[in-house]
Structure formats: structure tokens, C-alpha cells
């Protein structure tokens, strides 16, 4: 049947009278009377008179009389007198009188009279008489006059009025916006003064969005956040912005809700029956069949409406006719905002607001913000008037779009290994430590030597108290230089020595400007005037430098290498070649596990590799051997003899040296009677029972030995358990479970009494380093010996439970990669900063016996110091900040030398210049050394919030100085310093930090002492550890496969993962991984059967590749890392899950994921700024 024109269901028409528009449900349109526009739900419309605007709910449209503007709940509209602003809720909208502003909670505004500002409880703001100031919680804001800036909470802004400001988008790492997005312009400011968050700014009406907003512009050449999804009329503030995809935001799981609920439409599909029938102008027609009266529930609006236009005529089926407006809205919506009452023009607020003069009443206990894990909406509680509403779903934060490790050492590889850093660029930082590149040395010391934690020096003392980043440097004064880069150049000054400055004994350097023709320089430390030798003199050109400068490396290049002469030695005397002792414990402990036996078979082969070993004649360095139990036993090798004679020292309470010649030799003249003396040291020994050991004596008399040589030298001890024969040095078990984790737990960490300490410091000035090798099986008091051991400048290296078959490699490879690598002895370090400047704090593994000079009894090339610098008195712009880092040493060859590093920086009075030139990975590795020194006297509670507090007031004070004008319910990270929370995280669940029983107390004692002079690099993987998938690696390839993120929510249960953090490497196989797999990788059909003691090397693609993988990766560390094998829910699991630093961990302190510690780090931020 037809009305007028054949009416359409998915193309079909029902009967409309001729004139008129139809209607439409999903496609399908009802008559509605001529001239008139048709209400949509879902494309529904519904009569509505002639010129009036239909209200929405989905695209719901209802009768809203000529003129009035509709109001809103989720895109529903209602009848609002013409010129009244409606109110929202979740975008609701009811009517408020004329010229009144609507509040707002959760979206929802309540009617404010006009000229007043809304307060704010948990962000949520109700009518406050104007010219006040609403008030913030949480950050976020709601029904904010026209003009004013919304407020956010978590970043996310509320219905605001028209011409306010926009939702401001946050990002973390990412953020994708709805169709409707558009970037906020920023305006460029002055540098310093109101430095702008130069991150990307939104405006996206169509979502409520949660992230982190990051400046894009404080890091020259870093481009566009990385993996950073942005709209499509979205620009960039400052740099380029690449094309990314387009979509609504993948920053959280799921959208905010009103906490009055979403409205609900009982509207059904059309059924059949008798249309619609025909009526006047002025008559309304019945909707679709079956259609109730929209939302269910909907009671009548608020009364004392105003009439304006024409009256409604009826709309859909069972709709009140009302003066004026329209009253019941869609069934299911509740009479108006809960609470609304007529009276002088101001509406009633929701219960539970205290009422006063002009303002409305809010909802009860109504807080918004941060709250538990992530960021979400608190649910609205109900009150009188309020029906009962479920809890809102929580809001969680898209973890793939938060900054992260991987994304941007990826990105800063793409962007600078390929581009040569000069040293001089002033103001930048160098690539991070993770990137391969090449770095040419033009005035500054390499990177790989010296790094700053930050490239601008703040101009006072206050600039770093505010911001409270360490300002200090990171030194490795002997770091490896890769082959394509140009070595240290040895410089020869005569007898005369290195030119100094006559008053703070500065070296010469490039930054040293010649003055009156060439014969006199200024020193850039102290700024004195020194009188250029006659032998040194030389001409200046025409713009003041010398004629000679390119001549002379010293003037050219950061970091040279000086020839000392014999003031530099001790006593005047040159120094002879260093010694090597290797001191074996022969006890029962060490003879039953087969370390006897496996270092005497594999000893032999690693002195081979002495350093200067490809040297003619052989390496310079000579050696000798002990073994002990309760007493010592000498052995002398002198290549004139038959066979090796041993001497025993029964009385250890007095050591003295037995014998001196024939104790010491060379390796290649004795090379006979050392392979001889080896090869009997497991028989001789084979039957001794001894349990009880010495370790004091022993050492010192090993000590006392090169001292009578008169050499330097190193003492390899390979030691089995704690010291506890009667004798110097004997040690007591002291480790009770009861004060782990309380304030007494700082005593174990600590050296018991004075014996080792003394034992140290006799070694640093005798120039002799003490190298650990510990394999005990119970607790041996790490705390104790590792200090000895790492005070001299060496290492400790702990085999817990050492089993031959297991830990036998990795044994020897650390062996022969402590003996081969390079070396230097009886070494002093200096610091030198210039004017207004000093180094105060040192961390490290080494020795001061006063406040300047750091001791070492040698330093190899792994080894680092970081340095505190501070403020003597205030800088100004123009300045250089000068650093010079002096290293006077012994060399393989008896050669003292001195190994000068220098660095130049601006400084600068802006906050802005500071940010920008921090360097992340430089800051952590300073962190992390010194939070480690605060752990031998602090507890760990008291070390991760004093932690946590420090990296919330740096990140505050870049938010209040850097990017004062965004709304402070934004997370605003600095690009410089985006991974900060994450590394700061990673620091804080790492073991060397955690307490029992995640580890034992000899473990966290070790990687204690490893984390104090830890490289950056090592650093870096050590609180990040590397993770890459197995499964799908291509069998021919060369490079290691891509790296992946330390969580588990992508582990695929078919797939096979490898992770490592320097010192363990787990394999990690999943439950269904295919048949073909564990047959090429382990022999066996299926993961069920797979062996998890070791991996198997079969004849195959993938087995040679997955070994060279492994192989790759323990060529990069300097120690051997042990490999488990772990399956898919089994026990061994645990230390797998461990190592994803950015999940959940099992332990009391492991809880805090990376989101968590954000969301804990961006309520610190914003309890700072308030």
C-alpha cells in the first residue's frame, strides 16, 4: 500500500502522505509531516514540526519545539527551551533555563547560573559563583564557561561548551585518533621562559583518550615518536611528521562510560500492521510499529521550561504533549538529572552536592583520577535520587603504545649509525650505547671514553637542585675502539714531561688558548696564565692558534696519551713488568667438584693468551703458583731445575715470603716445568680431606711476593667457601633469615670487621689486584671478600653449587677472557673540573685514601667510574664547562703512562636546553651506581621510594618548567628521558637490589659489586634484558634476530623465545611447538620430550644457527652467561618470567608492572606540582 510515494524497509517505502520525508530505521523511513525533519535512531527519524531540530540518542532524533536546542545523552538530544544551553551526561543534555551553564559529571552538566564557574571534585566541577576558580582532582574538569580551558584526567577532557579548548590527546609512544581529530596549534615561546610541551597536541571530539603527551622537538634529528599512530589532519610541532595510519586511539582497552549509563532504546524492527496515518501540519506522526517511546524509563524533563515556537504536536506513540517543549523523552532515561527541581532559575544538582548561594548540587563522593593499576574513571556512588549503577570497566593503558626500549633503540639506530658523530657538536648527546656507530674525535673525547649525563650544565645550583638529574660524568678510561676508528695517539714531552698549568696541574689540551704571540696559554680549568717552554714554543696565525697545532695531537684531539717520566714512579724508579699468581685452593670442596682438576688441565692453554703474548720474545708478564688449605704451599718453576720443588708454610699467622727466585717466571722460558707442575696438582691433592680453609694469608703472602719482586701484578684466587680455619681473616657464618628484609639486612651486606678491608688497601698501594673465583656451596659471606676483591680493582666471579659438567665452560671462559683482556696496574685517576665547578661523589669499585684520587691496584678495560659534579659558585651562558679525566698507570711493558680524556660543555640558564641534552642511558647507569652504594646502608624500602621520588621530581620539573601551559592532568615525558620510568622500574625489580628469597645474599652481594662498575652497555641489557624469538628465525641469516619487548603478552605457546640480561641466558620453549622444530633444535618429537639440562649440537640448518646465535651473544659480555632450558609451565619457569621486567613478577617487590609504575609516577608528578 502506498501514502503519497512508495515507502521503503532495507529499499522499501511504507505509506508517507505526499510532501512529506520519511523516516528511517537502518534504512527504513516513516512518514513525518511535510516541511518537517525527521529524528534518527541509528538512521531512525521520527515527525518532528516544521523548523524544528530533532533531539538524537545513537542518532536518535525526537520532537524538540522550533528553535530549541536539543540536548544529548550519548548523541541523544532532548527538548531544550529555544537559547538554553543543555547539560550532558556522557554527552546527556537536559534542559536548563536561558543563559545558564550546564555543569557537568563525567560529561554530565547540571544547570549553573549563568556567569558562574563549576568547582570540581575527583576532576568533576559543579556551579561556583563567578569569578572563582574551580577547583581539580584527579585533573579532570566539567561544565567549564565558554572561553575557559577544560581540565583532564589522565589527558582525557569532558563535553565542554562551545569554544573552549578541545581534548588534549595524550601520548605515550603512540596515540590514534578518531576521524574527527585535529591537532591544538601550539605557539612557539622563548626558550627557557615558557618553554612549550612540544609533544602532538588533539582535538578529538568523537573519544576520550588516556596517554602520555612527549615533546618531539627537545631532541634535534630523534623525528616523530616512535610507532606513534596519528590522524589524519594531524601535524607536527617542530618536526617533520611522516604519514602514519589513521583510526580511534589503540591507547585504551575500551571507552569511558557514563556512570548514569548509556541510554537503552526499546525500538524494535519494524513489524507489520496499518501504517502509519496522515495528519496535518501541525499533528504528529506515530512511529514504526513496535517502537516504544524511546529510552525506557525516560520520565519528564525539568519543569519550569520556558514555551518558545509553536507547540509540539504529538510525537511517537505514547508521547505527553507539553507547552512549549517536549517532555518525555525516550523510555528508559529518568526524569532529568536526578534531583532537579524548579526554582529562581537554577536547577537542582544531583544529590549529595552542599548547597549554597547560586550553586548546584554535585554527585556524592565523586573522585576521578589515577586509581589502582591504570587509568580510569572512579564509578559515580549512587545517593538519594540515583538509581544503582555497576561499576565502570576499567580503563587500561595499550602497553604497545607506551614508550619502550626496543622501539627506540631501533629508531636512534636508523636515524645516527650510519651518520659519523663528531665530538664537538655542541649541545647534543651522542647516540645511545646501544647503537653502532662511528665517532670521529675532533676536540672532545670519544663518547665510548667519557659521557656526560647531560650536554648543557646548568648555569647554578639551584637549576640542578630543581630538577634533581645527576650532573656527572661516566668514565671508562681504557674502553675497546673498534678497528674503523682512529687509536690514542702517544704523546713524548722529553724529559721534561707532559706540559702542565703551573696552578691546578691541568694537561694540556686543545682547549688551552695561546696568548701574547704563543708564549704564554690560559688554562681552561682555572683560568691562569702559564709561560710556554722555549722547546714548546711555536708561531700563531692570523686567528690566534698555533702553526703547528695540527701537528701536535695533543692540541687536536680529546684524548691522547701522555709518556711519563720518572717523577711519575714511585721512588723514582721505573717500574718493572707486572706478575701474575694463580692461588688454588685444594681443599676436599674443590677436589670433589673437579675444579682442581679442570683448571689444571685448561691453566696451561690460557696463559698462552697473556697479554703481549704476540709480542716477539713472548709476554713480558711473569707468573707463579700457590695451593693452599690450612697452609701454603710454594712452588718453584725455574726453568734451570729438573722438576718443580714445593715449599709449605705451616705458620699462617705470620706470613713472609719463602723464596723469591725461580717463585716468578716466564711462561715461555718455563713453559716445560709449569705444564709438569699442572699436571700432578690433582693427584697430589687427591686424597685430602682437609675442609677447613685460610684466605687471608694466603693472599697477602701472594701480595708480599710481588712486592719482593719489586712488580705490580694481579692474584687469580680460585676459592671454595667461606674461611673458617683459625687463622687472619676467618669469617663466621653470620647470616640469619630473621634480618632479612628489616633495617638490620644492611649488615650482611656490609664487610665484616677490618682484616680484608686492611688486605685491600695494602694491595692497591702495593699495585696488586685481587681476581675472585668463588665455587661454594654454601653461604661464604660474598659482602666480605667481593670488597676485598673489587676494592683492588678486581672482579669476583660466584659459581653457586659448582658442577663441572655444568658450569665448567663458562669457568674457563671467564678465566681466559680476565686473563686476556687488557690491562694497566698501580693506577691513579683524577678529575679536574673548571671554574664554579667540582667532582664531590665517586662511584665505583676502587680505593681513596683522600677526596681527589681514585686508587685502583689495576683497571681493565671494562672497568667504570661515574663522578658527582656540583656547583662551586654560579656560571653564566658563555661559559664552556671543561672536564678533564687523567689516568696515570703501568702498562704489560713496565711503561708509565698517562691516558688524558677531555670534554667541553655549553652551559645555559634554561631548563629547556638541560632537558634536551640529557642522556638516558648515561643517567641510569650514574643511577644505578649510586642507588647501589645506597644499598650497603640503606633498607630497600626506603632505597625504591626515595628512588621512585627523585625520577618523579625530574619529570615534575620538566613538567613545570618546560611545559607549564598544558593541563596538569597530562603525563608529559621529555623525549630525552621517555624510557626513564621504564629503566627506573627495571632498576628497582632487579636483583641486585631485591631482597631474599628472590635470590640468596651471596647472589645480590655479587651483582652488587657487578652492578658498581658495570659498563653502559652491560648496564643497559642488565635492567632491560634482550629477548628475541627462536621459532621463526631464518636458518641462513647472519645478524642476531630482531629484538622484542620484555613482556609476556605476545609469547605464542608455539613459539620459542631466548632472553639475557649478562649474566643467564634462558631458553624458553613453548607447550605447542611443532614436531619439526624440536626435532631439528633438540632430536625429539615433541616438547614433552625435550631435555632441559642442555642443548643438544645436532647436524642441522637450525642447530648451527641457534648455537651461533648463542655464541654471538656470549662474545659480546664479559661474562660467560649460564643457559637454562625452561618449558611452558614448568617450575624452572620462574626465572623466565623474572626477566620480563615489564610484567608482574612473583615477589613482595616484583608486583609493580611498567604501567603501574607510570600511573604511580604521574600521581607523584602531580602531587609536585600541587
Not at 8 to 37: D, W
Amino acid at each position: 500500500m502506498m501514502y503519497g510515494y512508495p515507502p521503503q524497509q532495507g529499499g522499501v517505502q511504507y505509506g508517507v502522505p505526499s510532501g512529506q520525508q520519511a523516516s528511517q530505521q537502518g534504512g527504513v523511513q516513516y512518514g513525518v509531516p511535510s516541511g518537517q525533519q525527521a529524528p534518527q535512531q541509528g538512521g531512525v527519524q521520527y515527525g518532528v514540526p516544521s523548523g524544528q531540530q530533532a533531539p538524537q540518542q545513537g542518532g536518535v532524533q525526537y520532537g524538540v519545539p522550533s528553535g530549541q536546542q536539543a540536548s544529548q545523552q550519548g548523541g541523544v538530544q532532548y527538548g531544550v527551551p529555544s537559547g538554553q544551553q543543555a547539560p550532558q551526561q556522557g554527552g546527556v543534555q537536559y534542559g536548563v533555563p536561558s543563559g545558564q551553564q550546564a555543569s557537568q559529571q563525567g560529561g554530565v552538566q547540571y544547570g549553573v547560573p549563568s556567569g558562574q564557574q563549576a568547582s570540581q571534585q575527583g576532576g568533576v566541577q559543579y556551579g561556583v559563583p563567578s569569578g572563582q576558580q574551580a577547583s581539580q582532582q584527579g585533573g579532570v574538569q566539567y561544565g567549564v564557561p565558554s572561553g575557559q580551558q577544560a581540565s583532564q584526567q589522565g589527558g582525557v577532557q569532558y563535553g565542554l561548551p562551545s569554544g573552549q579548548q578541545g581534548l588534549l590527546g595524550q601520548q605515550m609512544a603512540g596515540l590514534s585518533l578518531g576521524p574527527g581529530a585535529r591537532p591544538t596549534p601550539l605557539q612557539p615561546q622563548p626558550m627557557g621562559t615558557s618553554y612549550p610541551p612540544t609533544g602532538l597536541r588533539f582535538h578529538d571530539p568523537a573519544a576520550e583518550q588516556f596517554g602520555v603527551a612527549r615533546d618531539s622537538h627537545d631532541a634535534p634529528g630523534r623525528g616523530p615518536p616512535p610507532g606513534l599512530p596519528l590522524g589524519p589532519n594531524v601535524q607536527q610541532t617542530y618536526a617533520p611528521s611522516p604519514a602514519y595510519p589513521t583510526g580511534p586511539s589503540p591507547y585504551m582497552s575500551s571507552p569511558p562510560t557514563s556512570a548514569m549509563g548509556p541510554p537503552t532504546s526499546a525500538m524494535g524492527p519494524p513489524t507489520g500492521g496499518a501504517p502509519p496515518t496522515s495528519g496535518g501540519v501541525r499533528s504528529q506522526r506515530q512511529g514504526p510499529p513496535g517502537m516504544a517511546l524511546g529510552p525506557p524509563g525516560m520520565a519528564l524533563g525539568p519543569s519550569g521550561m520556558v514555551q518558545r515556537g509553536p507547540s509540539v504536536v504529538q510525537g511517537p506513540a505514547g508521547m505527553v504533549q507539553r507547552p512549549g517543549m517536549m517532555v518525555q523523552g525516550p523510555p528508559g532515561m529518568a526524569q532529568g538529572p536526578p534531583g532537579m527541581t524548579q526554582g529562581l532559575g537554577i536547577a537542582q544538582g544531583p544529590p549529595g552536592m552542599v548547597h549554597g548561594p547560586g550553586m548546584a548540587q554535585g554527585p556524592p563522593g565523586m573522585v576521578q583520577g589515577l586509581s589502582g593499576n591504570s587509568l580510569e574513571h572512579s564509578g559515580m556512588q549512587t545517593g538519594p535520587g540515583v538509581a544503582p549503577v555497576q561499576q565502570q570497566p576499567r580503563l587500561k593503558i595499550d602497553s604497545d603504545q607506551m614508550p619502550n626500549p626496543i622501539t627506540v633503540m631501533k629508531q636512534d639506530h636508523e636515524q645516527r649509525a650510519s651518520s659519523l658523530f663528531c665530538t664537538t657538536t655542541r649541545g647534543i648527546p651522542p647516540p645511545l650505547v646501544t647503537t653502532q656507530f662511528t665517532v670521529q674525535d675532533d676536540g672532545n673525547s670519544s663518547p665510548r671514553y667519557m659521557r656526560a649525563t647531560m650536554y648543557a650544565i646548568p648555569c647554578t645550583k639551584d637549576m640542578v637542585n630543581s630538577c634533581r638529574i645527576p650532573m656527572g660524568l661516566v668514565i671508562q678510561p681504557l674502553a675497546t675502539i673498534p678497528s674503523n676508528e682512529r687509536s690514542l695517539q702517544l704523546v713524548d714531552h722529553g724529559t721534561n714531561g707532559p706540559i702542565r698549568c703551573n696552578r691546578c696541574k691541568c694537561y694540556i689540551n686543545p682547549y688551552c688558548r695561546f696568548i701574547d704571540g704563543g708564549r704564554h696559554y690560559i688554562c681552561p680549568i682555572c683560568e691562569a696564565s702559564n709561560e710556554v717552554p722555549m722547546e714548546y714554543f711555536a708561531h700563531l696565525d692570523h686567528q690566534g692558534r698555533r702553526t703547528d697545532c695540527q701537528s701536535r695531537p695533543e692540541l687536536c684531539y680529546g684524548s691522547v696519551e701522555f709518556v711519563a717520566t720518572l717523577d711519575y714512579c714511585k721512588e723514582g724508579k721505573s717500574p718493572k713488568p707486572p706478575g701474575y699468581i694463580f692461588v688454588m685452593d685444594v681443599s676436599q670442596a674443590n677436589i670433589q667438584n673437579g675444579l682442581l682438576t679442570l683448571l689444571s688441565s685448561t691453566l696451561l692453554s690460557v696463559l698462552q693468551k697473556l697479554p703481549g703474548s704476540e709480542e716477539e720474545g713472548g709476554s713480558p708478564i711473569q707468573v707463579g703458583f700457590i695451593t693452599y688449605d690450612k697452609v701454603i704451599h710454594f712452588y718453584n718453576v725455574k726453568s734451570t731445575i729438573g722438576q718443580p720443588q714445593m715449599m709449605v708454610m705451616t705458620d699462617v699467622a705470620e706470613v713472609f715470603v719463602p723464596m723469591v727466585d725461580g717463585f716468578l717466571v716466564s711462561i715461555t722460558e718455563s713453559q716445560a716445568l709449569v705444564e709438569m707442575l699442572l699436571s700432578q696438582l690433582p693427584e697430589m691433592f687427591s686424597t685430602n680431606k682437609t675442609s677447613e680453609v685460610i684466605l687471608e694469608p694466603v693472599i697477602r703472602a701472594a701480595m708480599e711476593s710481588l712486592k719482593a719482586a719489586g712488580r705490580n701484578g694481579r692474584i687469580f684466587v680460585f676459592h671454595s667457601g667461606l674461611p673458617s680455619h683459625e687463622a687472619p681473616g676467618v669469617l663466621k657464618n653470620r647470616l640469619d633469615p630473621k634480618l632479612l628484609g628489616t633495617e638490620k639486612e644492611k649488615t650482611l651486606l656490609c664487610s665484616a670487621g677490618s682484616g680484608y678491608p686492611q688486605l685491600a688497601e695494602d694491595c692497591v698501594k702495593a699495585g696488586v689486584a685481587v681476581e675472585l673465583f668463588l665455587f661454594p656451596s654454601q653461604y661464604c659471606d660474598v659482602a666480605t671478600l667481593g670488597d676485598m676483591a673489587t676494592t683492588t680493582g678486581g672482579e669476583v666471579h660466584l659459581y653457586q653449587n659448582f658442577r663441572m659438567a655444568d658450569d665448567g665452560e663458562r669457568f674457563v671462559h671467564d678465566l681466559q677472557y680476565s686473563v686476556a683482556r687488557p690491562t694497566v696496574f698501580d693506577a691513579v685517576m683524577r678529575v679536574r673540573a673548571s671554574t664554579g665547578l667540582r667532582p664531590t661523589g665517586f662511584y665505583g669499585a676502587f680505593f681513596m685514601s683522600n677526596t681527589t684520587d681514585i686508587e685502583l691496584g689495576s683497571i681493565d678495560s671494562d672497568k667504570v667510574v661515574a663522578v658527582e659534579i656540583k656547583h662551586d659558585d654560579k656560571l653564566k651562558e658563555e661559559d664552556i664547562a671543561f672536564f678533564q679525566a687523567a689516568l696515570l698507570y703501568t702498562n704489560i711493558f713496565g711503561q708509565r703512562r698517562l691516558r688524558i680524556h677531555n670534554l667541553a660543555l655549553n652551559c645555559s640558564s634554561k631548563f629547556a636546553d638541560l632537558y634536551r641534552s640529557c642522556e638516558v642511558d648515561t643517567i641510569m647507569n650514574f643511577l644505578s651506581k649510586s642507588v647501589t652504594k645506597a644499598a650497603f646502608s640503606m633498607v630497600y624500602k626506603t632505597i625504591r621510594d626515595n628512588f621512585t621520588h627523585q625520577v618523579a621530581v625530574i619529570l615534575a620539573c620538566y613538567r613545570k618548567q618546560c611545559s607549564s601551559q598544558s593541563p596538569p592532568g597530562q603525563l608529559i615525558l621529555p623525549e630525552s628521558l621517555k624510557l626513564m620510568p621504564m629503566y627506573a622500574n627495571c632498576l628497582l625489580k632487579s636483583d641486585a637490589l631485591l631482597a631474599p628469597p628472590m635470590l640468596s645474599m651471596d647472589e645480590k652481594s655479587w651483582l652488587m659489586y657487578c652492578l658498581l662498575s658495570m659498563p653502559l652497555k652491560e648496564s643497559v641489557w642488565f635492567l632491560y634484558p634482550r629477548m628475541m624469538a627462536l621459532h621463526d628465525v631464518d636458518p641462513d641469516g647472519k645478524d642476531l634476530p630482531p629484538l622484542l619487548r620484555c613482556t609476556g603478552q605476545k609469547l605464542q605457546e608455539n613459539g620459542v623465545y631466548l632472553i639475557e640480561n649478562g649474566f643467564v641466558i634462558v631458553l624458553w620453549i613453548g607447550q605447542n611447538i611443532s614436531s619439526d622444530f624440536a626435532t631439528n633444535l633438540f632430536g625429539v618429537p615433541s616438547s614433552v620430550q625435550i631435555p632441559t639440562e642442555t642443548l643438544p649440537a645436532l647436524d642441522n640448518p637450525l642447530s648451527f644457527r641457534v648455537r651461533g646465535i648463542i655464541k654471538q651473544l656470549q662474545t659480546q659480555k664479559q661474562h660467560c652467561m649460564k643457559l637454562y632450558i625452561t618449558k611452558q609451565r614448568d617450575k624452572t619457569e620462574g626465572l623466565f618470567r623474572r626477566m620480563l621486567k615489564e610484567d608482574k613478577g612473583a615477589g613482595q617487590w616484583e608486583s609493580t608492572t611498567y604501567t603501574d609504575f607510570l600511573c604511580q609516577i604521574h600521581r607523584d608528578i602531580k602531587e609536585e606540582l600541587t
